[in-house]
Every structure is written in C-alpha cells, then in structure tokens.
C-alpha cells in the first residue's frame, strides 16, 4: 500500500506503519507541543531566554547604552543587535517560545475542561474490595453497621450550599458481595476543586496573555517636560515624545490643560531626596480649573489616563544680547540633572543673531556650587549658591537641515568653541541675577531667574481592569489548585445486624499531613452518633 | 543605648546563638546517626523474626533514644536566637521609622528571621528537627553577612519608596523568600536520602548513617513540595503586587527592569518545578534540582542583579 512505510522495530523486525500524512504530522505536532515534556522544557526555555534582556542593554529599555554597546563591540555588538539579544523581549524567538507555550496550555485546558466535566457527572467510583495497602487505616467497633455508614454519610456529604457541590466530599453507599459475604461500603471523594482551581489559573493566564495583547494596541503614552509657570495642552504634537497602539485614535485625546505652578522638593543635608510635590492647574473641558498635585507615588488622574511625575530639574532663564545688543534669546531652558547633586547640563541655541555666525552655548549649572581641589562642584541639590559655568560656540547650529534635532545637544559639525588668550576653550562663570560678556565681544548673557521643570509622563491602558481582574482570577485559581485537598475515604463494614467492625481508610496525597486526622474524626463522629 | 546599638547587638547575638545552634543540630544529627546505627546492627541479630502481616507500611520500629540533651541545646539557643533577632529587627524598624525592609541589610535581616520563623512554625506541627542545621546555619550566615557587609545605617526612604505597597509587596516578596529558604535545606536533605536510597547494598559510613536518621526521600519531597508551593503563590503575589506598584510609580505595570526580568524568571522556573512533579520520568530527583536551581535565581535576583544590573529597583542595592 502506499500510504504505508516500513520500518524497522528492532534490529531483526521491521513493522509496516500507516504513512504520515499533512494531517498525521499535524496531529503529530499538536501532540508533540501538548504534552506536559513539551510544556516543561519550554518554560525551561523562556527562564534561560529572558536572561540575556537583563545581561545585555535593551533598546526598550535604555536606547542610548545599547547604541553605546553597539558602538563598543564591533563584532558582537552588531550580531547581537540582529539576532535580537539586544531586545529580547520583542525578538521572534522570545515570541515564539511563549505562544508556542501559550498554545501548548490551550491545547492542554481545553480537552482538560471537558474531561473534568464528564469526571464532575460521573458517579464516584466503589470502595477498592480490599484496605489493606492503604496506610491510613483504623477500625471502630459499632453496634449497627447501617447507623454507622449512615452517620459516616451524613456528616460527610457537603452542606447545602452552591459551592457544596465542587468544594464537598462526593460520598456513595454500597450494599455489595465482598469477600466474607454482604458488606456496606461508604465512599468519600473529593479533590474537584483542585482541577477547577487549575483549569481557572491557565485560563486566566490566557486572559492576562489576551489583556495585555489588547493593551499594546489601544495604550498610548506622551512625554513632556514643562517649566514652571507654563502650560501644557494635551494633544499628540504637544509631547516631547509620544508612542501608541495600531488602533489608538489621536482623535480620542481630551484637550485638557495643564499649568505648573511650582514645584516643592525637600532633600535631607545629604542631598537625598525626600519628596517632590508638583503643584498643577488642571482645566478639563467644560470644567472650571482646580488645583491640584502629582507626586511621585501619586499620579494625577485625568480623563483618558494618569499623570506621572517622572523627573525635575531646573530650567534657568536667560536674556542673551547679540554684539549690536539686540535681544537674540530670552527664556528658560531645562537644564537635565547629571547627578544625585542636581549637576545639570544643557545647550542655549541661538541663531537669530543680528549679524554674524549663529551662536550656541554648552553650560553646566551647579546649584550649590563650591570650590575645592577637584574644581567647582555641587554638593547639595538645592539651589543655596547657584553657578553656571558656560563655553560658547559659534559657526551654523545645523537648525535649518530640516533634520529634527536634540534640544539637549549641541551639534559641533559646524561649531567652533570660542578661545580665550591662553589658547583654551574660554569657560564663563556666571551667578544667578548677573550679567556677563561673552567672550570675544559676542554680546553679553543675563541669568535672570532659576525657575524648575518637571517630565510629566502621560499614560493611559484601557486594558489595565482586565489585567487585574484576571490577575486576581489566576491567582485565586493557583490558591486552589495548591491548596485544595485530594482525598478519598472509605468505610466498609460488613452487613450483619448486631455488633460488628467498621474499617475505614483514606487515601491523599503525600504531603496532606492531615488527612490521618480526617479519618479519626469520621470515625469519631460515627462512635458519638452510635453511642447518642 | 539608642534603637542603632541595640538592633546591632541584638542581631550579633542572634547570629553567635544559631551559630550554637547549628552545632548543636549537627552533633544531635550525628548522634542520632551512630545511634541507628546501633539499633541496626541490633536489629541485624533480631533479624528472622516474625513480623506481623499487619504492620504493613506503617513504620512502627521502636523508637531508638534520642540525643535529647543536644536536641534541647539546640532548639533553646534557636528559640532565643529567634527572640533576639526579632528585638534587633524591631528595634531597626523604630530606628529607621519605617518598615525595616528597604534597603539589601534590611531585606536581609528580615528575610532570615522569616526563614527562622517558619522553620519554627512548621516545627511546631512536626518533627523537622533533621532541617535545623540547615536552617540554622543558613540563618547565621546570612545575618553575619548583613552585619559585617550589607551594613548601612538608617537614611530615611526616597520618595519612590512612601507608599503603602512598601509594605506589601516587599513583606509578601520576603515571606515567600524565607519560605523558599527552608523548602531549599529540605530539598538538599532529599537529595541526600534520595542518593542514600537509591544505592543497593545501602552504604555504610558515619554519612550513610546520617541519611538514614533522615525521613523518606518521598517524605521530603512531600515537605518540600508544600513549602515551596506556598512559596510560589506568594511570589506569585509579589509579582502581582509589584506590577500594580509599578503602574503606579513608574506608569507601567511591567517593563523589564532587570529586578523583573529576574522575577520572571524565578516565577518560570518555579512553575517549571511544579509542573516537573507531575511529569512522567521528572520527578523526584529531576524536579528537586529544579527547585534548587530556581532558589539559587532567587539569590541572585538578591544578589547580582542588585550589584551588577542598572534598573529601577536600585535603591534597594548596596
């Protein structure tokens, strides 16, 4: 036949076997990722493969460190960026082991949930013809077989609750043959739960799977950073950066306005921060503006998603005058913090000179800065002796390339540092409320204010309430599945009237260390009941 | 003597009492080892007579005397050990003014005084007397190490840190720890009686012996199974907890920070455990390494992720 291959049993057999069509591999293959092997050497696989995303800089996670990596290895760094190490967690292979895992526990729950159905309708099964291999066991003497099984029954069968049913024992009576002629056997058998509490985890992990699948679609995120006293209107071109779904609608964005009004730190003398309170204006459409404030641990809920404060730092505001002394610039500019002593960096970009090159200026602002060996440094956050320290630049700042540039950045491609006498680049100190002349008679620089910024983050995921909810599910169903007991009893007596003995056993798991204690108090409840 | 010298001589106390008392458990182990040997070598003249059909497998041999005197040695020096190292924790707590597990000393501190805990917890419903070393031991190494390396002095929290989930994500993260840490000694005394077990003839030895005093391989299992069931449903949790903190602080309920990464992983390597239990040819030995291996993640996540990694969680680091 040709749908039959031969092969080869042992070495002296060979065996005809049905030849594997496209649908026997399938099967195959579906058997194959079902099995419980399959599913354990997956999850062995997706522990080993997340590894590297913790080893190794992500580019989710830290995009500069990871270009820097790049650079760094030029071997390594670019193989690794293809075969997806340097985000592990977006790469085809970390994907294909968890829905390969994922449709490895579908696969398994569902033909699962229907055996445990029929298993749930099914009669419980008859006590063994013999107790004797079981390890629990004890005999009671009774005056009456019949009182005792039914005392035995009563106290076992479930109460008359709705949960009764899946929680309680399942109990059963026999009048039956056994080995010395008639006999009454009782069983009790309980264990549901467990496979229900099961079957909820995995399903629940399938939600949580599907909660987040629908999160990544429908989120949408947005970074601003504001100074204090301006305003921030919420709309996709307002974000300094802005991510979301396939499916989210810029369209759905409520036109809120934000004003920031200030901003209250407090550090200890070390420079560690205590807390950060962002004081906001908030204006939702068709509402009155109120007060209000973010911190850290405590976003701001607005309409469409929560307010973050991510970050702060100071944006001092200068007024640059250009050599004819025309105002060239006037305004904050943030300035990001460098270290845990708020040693900020930032640039002040200046084409719009009167006449000559365009001007740039790289400054660092020391917000309490003192002079040791080491030169000038910070050492405490808050701002108690403010100095800038600044070099300017002149030639093309490259604004007008069409090329979307880093605020924070000076592109140096077509700059040129100003010199002092000594031949060294020419660094200016500035103090808060001074004013300066630029080297080389470019203009002069006023400090005019120390005003701060904070980075506000916007989120919002609609499927966050799925998320818990089925969070809490699966949790709930682990509980049960773990916890919940597995036992079977038995009492079987025989069936004369008069004096007789009842044996029971029970049978559990290992690690149930009570189970002992169970039969004892079934026995115990029997013996009371007989004597009433 | 303020709250800062009073938590420190508390814990040095508690780490030289279960230092004794690791000792104590170990020469009541060894004594209780020559004495079965004894009761072998005794049984092997009785050896022929008839036994009752009966018996069956409930072990009823006679009880062979116990050590007693270093058993109570060691179960009063690991009692008051454990008062001690309650009063140094508590007195940490009154000195830092919050709870005391924000910081890698603090963790550690707390963490092992939870193991201690449900060592005596469970303890008190059974005989695991044959874990005190272990636990013991494992106690006093890990508070000596908070104490001469970890050390930091109280700085107040950081104002990612003020908030109630302090408390429960971090608590619930140590318990699960702690109850890992001793389902770990019990998982290294299976393996023990495992190897005893499975060599034929059963070797002899003082070692042998000591394995032999131990309880059924299948028993430990039995043991460390529901220890480190318990311990994952309440890492579970923490993962659970630590998402909706997250969400909270940092505006995403997951982002694969390297404490996360690590997190998962452990979490994985758990389920792989228990998922190994019920595997045909997984059990026992093989899903008892599992275990192992997912406790020394644990550690790390404790420990090189602290050191090594860049994350958000690093104000817990050193």
Same mark, same amino acid.
């Given at each position: 036949?040709?749908?039959?291959?031969?092969?080869?049993?042992?070495?002296?057999?060979?065996?005809?076997?049905?030849?594997?069509?496209?649908?026997?591999?399938?099967?195959?293959?579906?058997?194959?990722?079902?099995?419980?092997?399959?599913?354990?050497?997956?999850?062995?696989?997706?522990?080993?493969?997340?590894?590297?995303?913790?080893?190794?800089?992500?580019?989710?996670?830290?995009?500069?460190?990871?270009?820097?990596?790049?650079?760094?290895?030029?071997?390594?760094?670019?193989?690794?960026?293809?075969?997806?190490?340097?985000?592990?967690?977006?790469?085809?292979?970390?994907?294909?082991?968890?829905?390969?895992?994922?449709?490895?526990?579908?696969?398994?729950?569902?033909?699962?949930?229907?055996?445990?159905?029929?298993?749930?309708?099914?009669?419980?099964?008859?006590?063994?013809?013999?107790?004797?291999?079981?390890?629990?066991?004890?005999?009671?003497?009774?005056?009456?077989?019949?009182?005792?099984?039914?005392?035995?029954?009563?106290?076992?069968?479930?109460?008359?609750?709705?949960?009764?049913?899946?929680?309680?024992?399942?109990?059963?009576?026999?009048?039956?043959?056994?080995?010395?002629?008639?006999?009454?056997?009782?069983?009790?058998?309980?264990?549901?739960?467990?496979?229900?509490?099961?079957?909820?985890?995995?399903?629940?992990?399938?939600?949580?799977?599907?909660?987040?699948?629908?999160?990544?679609?429908?989120?949408?995120?947005?970074?601003?950073?504001?100074?204090?006293?301006?305003?921030?209107?919420?709309?996709?071109?307002?974000?300094?950066?802005?991510?979301?779904?396939?499916?989210?609608?810029?369209?759905?964005?409520?036109?809120?306005?934000?004003?920031?009004?200030?901003?209250?730190?407090?550090?200890?003398?070390?420079?560690?921060?205590?807390?950060?309170?962002?004081?906001?204006?908030?204006?939702?459409?068709?509402?009155?503006?109120?007060?209000?404030?973010?911190?850290?641990?405590?976003?701001?809920?607005?309409?469409?998603?929560?307010?973050?404060?991510?970050?702060?730092?100071?944006?001092?505001?200068?007024?640059?005058?250009?050599?004819?002394?025309?105002?060239?610039?006037?305004?904050?500019?943030?300035?990001?913090?460098?270290?845990?002593?708020?040693?900020?960096?930032?640039?002040?970009?200046?084409?719009?000179?009167?006449?000559?090159?365009?001007?740039?200026?790289?400054?660092?602002?020391?917000?309490?800065?003192?002079?040791?060996?080491?030169?000038?440094?910070?050492?405490?956050?808050?701002?108690?002796?403010?100095?800038?320290?600044?070099?300017?630049?002149?030639?093309?700042?490259?604004?007008?390339?069409?090329?979307?540039?880093?605020?924070?950045?000076?592109?140096?491609?077509?700059?040129?540092?100003?010199?002092?006498?000594?031949?060294?680049?020419?660094?200016?100190?500035?103090?808060?409320?001074?004013?300066?002349?630029?080297?080389?008679?470019?203009?002069?620089?006023?400090?005019?204010?120390?005003?701060?910024?904070?980075?506000?983050?916007?989120?919002?995921?609609?499927?966050?309430?799925?998320?818990?909810?089925?969070?809490?599910?699966?949790?709930?169903?682990?509980?049960?599945?773990?916890?919940?007991?597995?036992?079977?009893?038995?009492?079987?007596?025989?069936?004369?009237?008069?004096?007789?003995?009842?044996?029971?056993?029970?049978?559990?798991?290992?690690?149930?260390?009570?189970?002992?204690?169970?039969?004892?108090?079934?026995?115990?409840?029997?013996?009371?009941?007989?004597?009433? | 003597?303020?709250?800062?010298?009073?938590?420190?001589?508390?814990?040095?106390?508690?780490?030289?009492?279960?230092?004794?008392?690791?000792?104590?458990?170990?020469?009541?182990?060894?004594?209780?080892?020559?004495?079965?040997?004894?009761?072998?070598?005794?049984?092997?003249?009785?050896?022929?007579?008839?036994?009752?059909?009966?018996?069956?497998?409930?072990?009823?041999?006679?009880?062979?005397?116990?050590?007693?005197?270093?058993?109570?040695?060691?179960?009063?020096?690991?009692?008051?050990?454990?008062?001690?190292?309650?009063?140094?924790?508590?007195?940490?707590?009154?000195?830092?003014?919050?709870?005391?597990?924000?910081?890698?000393?603090?963790?550690?501190?707390?963490?092992?005084?939870?193991?201690?805990?449900?060592?005596?917890?469970?303890?008190?419903?059974?005989?695991? $007397?044959? #874990?005190? &070393?272990?636990?013991?031991? *494992?106690? !006093? =190494?890990?508070?000596? %190490?908070?104490?001469?390396?970890?050390? /930091?002095?109280?700085?107040?929290?950081?104002?990612?840190?003020?908030?109630?989930?302090?408390?429960?994500?971090?608590?619930?993260?140590?318990?699960?720890?702690?109850?890992?840490?001793?389902?770990?000694?019990?998982?290294?005394?299976?393996?023990?009686?495992?190897?005893?077990?499975?060599?034929?003839?059963?070797?002899?030895?003082?070692?042998?012996?000591?394995?032999?005093?131990?309880?059924?391989? $299948?028993? #430990?299992? &039995?043991?460390?199974?529901? *220890?480190? !069931? =318990?311990?994952?449903? %309440?890492?579970?949790?923490?993962?659970? /907890?630590?998402?909706?903190?997250?969400?909270?602080?940092?505006?995403?309920?997951?982002?694969?920070?390297?404490?996360?990464?690590?997190?998962?992983?452990?979490?994985?390597?758990?389920?792989?455990?228990?998922?190994?239990?019920?595997?045909?040819?997984?059990?026992?030995?093989?899903?008892?390494?599992?275990?192992?291996?997912?406790?020394?993640?644990?550690?790390?996540?404790?420990?090189?992720?602290?050191?090594?990694?860049?994350?958000?969680?690093?104000?817990?680091?050193?």
């Amino acid at each position: 036949m040709a749908r039959e291959k031969r092969i080869s049993v042992d070495n002296y057999a060979v065996a005809a076997v049905p030849r594997l069509g496209w649908s026997g591999w399938a099967r195959w293959f579906w058997r194959q990722v079902t099995s419980m092997r399959v599913a354990l050497i997956l999850l062995l696989m997706l522990a080993l493969a997340a590894i590297p995303g913790s080893v190794l800089p992500q580019w989710p996670q830290d995009a500069a460190a990871t270009r820097a990596f790049i650079e760094g290895n030029e071997f390594w760094g670019p193989v690794l960026d293809v075969s997806g190490f340097l985000d592990v967690f977006g790469s085809p292979w970390f994907t294909a082991i968890y829905l390969l895992l994922f449709a490895s526990l579908i696969g398994c729950i569902i033909p699962r949930t229907g055996a445990h159905y029929r298993a749930l309708r099914a009669p419980v099964s008859p006590a063994p013809r013999s107790l004797a291999r079981y390890a629990e066991r004890r005999t009671l003497s009774v005056p009456d077989a019949q009182a005792a099984m039914d005392a035995a029954a009563a106290m076992l069968r479930p109460e008359p609750r709705w949960w009764g049913a899946v929680t309680g024992y399942r109990v059963r009576v026999d009048h039956r043959q056994g080995g010395d002629g008639p006999e009454l056997a009782l069983t009790a058998d309980k264990g549901h739960v467990r496979e229900i509490g099961n079957l909820l985890f995995h399903v629940s992990l399938v939600g949580i799977l599907m909660a987040v699948a629908m999160g990544s679609v429908l989120m949408h995120r947005g970074q601003a950073i504001i100074v204090e006293g301006r305003s921030f209107t919420n709309a996709v071109v307002a974000y300094d950066s802005f991510e979301a779904g396939a499916l989210f609608d810029p369209a759905s964005l409520s036109p809120f306005t934000l004003t920031f009004d200030s901003l209250d730190s407090r550090f200890d003398t070390d420079g560690r921060p205590r807390s950060f309170q962002a004081n906001v204006t908030l204006t939702e459409p068709g509402l009155a503006p109120w007060s209000t404030d973010i911190q850290v641990n405590r976003p701001l809920q607005v309409d469409g998603g929560k307010i973050y404060l991510q970050g702060n730092g100071y944006a001092p505001d200068f007024t640059v005058r250009d050599s004819d002394g025309n105002i060239a610039f006037a305004g904050p500019v943030p300035f990001l913090p460098q270290d845990s002593f708020y040693t900020s960096d930032g640039v002040v970009k200046i084409p719009d000179v009167t006449s000559g090159p365009q001007l740039g200026i790289k400054a660092t602002l020391l917000p309490t800065a003192i002079m040791d060996i080491d030169g000038p440094r910070s050492v405490h956050p808050d701002p108690a002796n403010p100095v800038i320290f600044f070099s300017v630049y002149t030639g093309d700042l490259g604004l007008d390339r069409g090329i979307p540039q880093n605020v924070y950045i000076l592109d140096e491609s077509e700059m040129n540092p100003v010199h002092d006498a000594a031949g060294d680049v020419a660094i200016v100190a500035i103090a808060l409320g001074d004013t300066v002349d630029l080297p080389d008679g470019l203009g002069t620089v006023t400090w005019e204010t120390l005003p701060r910024f904070v980075a506000l983050d916007l989120r919002a995921d609609p499927s966050l309430p799925w998320l818990l909810v089925f969070s809490i599910l699966s949790l709930l169903g682990l509980g049960l599945s773990l916890f919940g007991s597995r036992r079977r009893l038995w009492l079987v007596a025989p069936a004369a009237s008069g004096t007789t003995v009842v044996t029971g056993a029970a049978y559990a798991p290992l690690y149930d260390e009570t189970l002992g204690t169970r039969l004892h108090q079934v026995l115990d409840a029997v013996a009371t009941k007989e004597q009433a | 003597m303020n709250a800062q010298t009073l938590s420190v001589m508390a814990l040095w106390a508690a780490t030289t009492l279960y230092s004794i008392a690791m000792l104590a458990y170990a020469v009541r182990f060894s004594r209780m080892a020559e004495v079965q040997g004894a009761t072998k070598r005794q049984s092997l003249v009785t050896a022929g007579a008839p036994t009752s059909p009966e018996s069956g497998t409930v072990a009823s041999q006679p009880q062979p005397p116990a050590p007693d005197r270093a058993l109570g040695i060691a179960r009063a020096t690991m009692l008051v050990g454990a008062l001690f190292h309650m009063l140094g924790v508590g007195a940490r707590a009154v000195e830092a003014g919050h709870v005391p597990w924000s910081t890698m000393y603090e963790y550690t501190i707390t963490g092992s005084l939870v193991t201690v805990l449900v060592f005596l917890g469970v303890q008190a419903r059974r005989d695991i $007397a044959y #874990l005190g &070393a272990g636990v013991s031991g *494992l106690a !006093a =190494v890990s508070l000596g %190490l908070a104490l001469s390396v970890l050390y /930091a002095a109280s700085t107040g929290l950081p104002p990612a840190l003020q908030s109630f989930w302090l408390i429960i994500h971090v608590s619930i993260a140590i318990i699960a720890t702690g109850v890992f840490a001793v389902a770990f000694i019990a998982t290294i005394a299976q393996l023990i009686r495992d190897r005893y077990e499975s060599v034929s003839p059963r070797p002899e030895g003082r070692l042998a012996r000591g394995a032999h005093s131990l309880p059924p391989a $299948a028993a #430990l299992e &039995a043991l460390a199974f529901r *220890l480190n !069931a =318990v311990g994952f449903v %309440l890492w579970t949790f923490t993962v659970m /907890a630590g998402a909706v903190w997250a969400e909270h602080v940092w505006g995403r309920y997951w982002g694969w920070d390297p404490k996360e990464v690590w997190s998962f992983v452990i979490w994985v390597i758990f389920a792989a455990y228990l998922h190994a239990r019920t595997t045909q040819g997984w059990g026992g030995r093989r899903s008892a390494y599992l275990a192992l291996v997912g406790f020394v993640a644990l550690i790390m996540n404790f420990t090189v992720v602290n050191y090594v990694f860049q994350g958000l969680h690093t104000y817990a680091g050193p």
